[in-house]
């Protein structure tokens, strides 16, 4: 059974840090390309980032909102993916969920349950 | 960056009836290989998104055959032939053409 886990959230003040895992079963992994997308509390759903996999050189992508203060990376022989958040925002301030993605039919076809991330002062 | 726009933004709905959610997006989602890069996903209350339709009009494992999903140049058609309580939450499209990959707003679909 595929699992995807996220740990991680919680408060932290505006222009901290904050390292976000997912931790992956179920699979094999390495195969996959794994993202990240969030969600403000009350709203929709935004992609924040992608982190390919061996075989596209672990190559990644972020949302312009982002890019410049989010990382994300990943260790195949832990299964698992991370997006570490830096100069956080307020409006960073989401439940952040790790997603597999599905190459050439692409799609999202697990999404794990999420975590809680609140910038706060 | 593709700008996907769903309506209507709240839809109250009977069970047993159809019901249709539109999404339009800024620019073609056709790819080079002549499939449409247009997914539709369901958030159930209190839970992570789940994958309805995938490439405009397939159908993901496990989703029961009243969901159906259409495309007619930038427009897009969520269907339910008969809507079932199971069926309330939030329903979002997302284009995967391009980086970034973007949804639209989301239709809250609620039982009358």
């Known amino acids: 059974e595929v699992q995807l886990l996220e740990s991680g959230g919680g408060l932290v003040q505006p222009g901290g840090s904050l390292r976000l895992s997912c931790a992956a079963s179920g699979f094999t992994f390495s195969d996959h390309y794994m993202d990240w997308v969030r969600q403000a509390p009350g709203k929709g759903l935004e992609w924040v980032g992608r982190s390919r996999n061996k075989a596209n050189s672990y190559t990644t992508e972020y949302a312009a909102s982002v890019k410049g203060r989010f990382t994300i990376s990943r260790d195949d022989s832990n299964n698992s993916v991370y997006l570490q958040m830096d100069s956080l925002k307020t409006e960073d301030t989401a439940v952040y969920y790790c997603a597999r993605w599905v190459v050439r039919a692409d799609y999202f076809d697990y999404w794990g349950q999420g975590t809680l991330v609140t910038v706060s002062s | 960056d593709i700008v996907m726009t769903q309506s209507p933004l709240s839809l109250p709905v009977t069970p047993g009836e159809p019901a249709s959610i539109s999404c339009r997006s800024s620019?073609?989602?056709?790819?080079?290989?002549?499939?449409?890069?247009l997914d539709w996903y369901l958030q159930k209350p209190g839970q992570s998104p789940q994958l309805l339709i995938y490439l405009g009009s397939n159908r993901a494992s496990g989703v029961p055959d009243r969901f159906s999903g259409s495309a007619s140049g930038t427009g897009f058609t969520l269907k339910i032939s008969r809507v079932e309580a199971e069926d309330v939450g939030v329903y979002y499209c997302m284009q995967v053409l391009q980086t970034p990959r973007t949804f639209g707003q989301g239709t809250q679909v609620e039982i009358k």
């Open positions: 620019q073609s989602l056709l790819h080079s290989d002549g499939y449409i890069r």
